[in-house]
């Protein structure tokens, strides 16, 4: 049976750009934090084999968005953005967000055991985190170190990030809608 009459795509169609729809969706981008959020809702069974399981989507991404991977991330496009990831909880998820091991970087959705959702800008947003705010936030530096020498798509040993910009407070309701 074909991917295609089941509703699947090959990597390799996931991220050609689509240029044809425009804005924010549907680029290599895009699809890239679609295929976190579609990834972070199966239930992998060895929690430090998450960013090393989904290496070789990551190393076909990196052909088609050309710039560095970073624990889950991508540097040159929309880091700051992808940033802005949170936890999906629902009854069924509760209680199963922290690893028992490190696993990535607090601030990588690689973190969290569990499903996530990730934030897609629009210039026109009510929401707090807006490209216009984001205008105001730099990142100065990031520093990662793969857990092996030669795989910088994989699992990573240590990190930091550097971040410059303004602090707002929230209030954050962890309940699921509905």
């Given amino acids: 049976m074909a ?10 169609e996931l991220y050609e750009p689509r240029l044809e729809l ?7 981008n895009w699809m890239w934090q679609s295929t976190v959020e579609h990834y972070t809702r199966r239930r ?3 929690a ?15 052909l088609a968005l050309r710039t560095r991977y970073v624990a889950g991330h991508w540097w040159d496009v929309d880091f700051l953005c992808s940033l802005c990831w949170a936890p999906v909880r629902t009854e069924e998820t509760e209680g199963t ?10 601030w990588s959705w690689a973190a969290h055991n569990g499903p ?7 210039a026109g947003s009510e929401e707090l985190v807006t490209p216009r ?6 990142v100065r530096k990031v520093s990662v170190v793969p857990a092996t020498r030669d795989h910088d798509v994989g699992a990573v040993s240590s990190e930091s990030i550097t971040v410059r ?14």
Wanted: glycine share 12%.
């Fill in 133 to 138: 705010f984001l205008g105001k936030t730099s």
């Fill in 48 to 62: 430090t084999e998450r960013l090393t399981a989904l290496s070789g989507v990551a190393r076909v991404a990196q």
């Fill in 97 to 106: 967000f922290s690893a028992d091991c490190y696993v990535a970087p607090s």
């Fill in 116 to 122: 996530v959702t990730m934030w897609i800008p629009n």
């Fill in 22 to 28: 425009g804005g924010p969706y549907k680029t290599p």
């Fill in 44 to 46: 992998l069974t060895v």
């Fill in 165 to 178: 910009g303004v602090f707002l407070g929230v209030a954050v309701d962890t309940k699921p809608r509905g």
């Fill in 3 to 12: 991917a295609s009459s089941l509703g699947l795509v090959t990597i390799k």
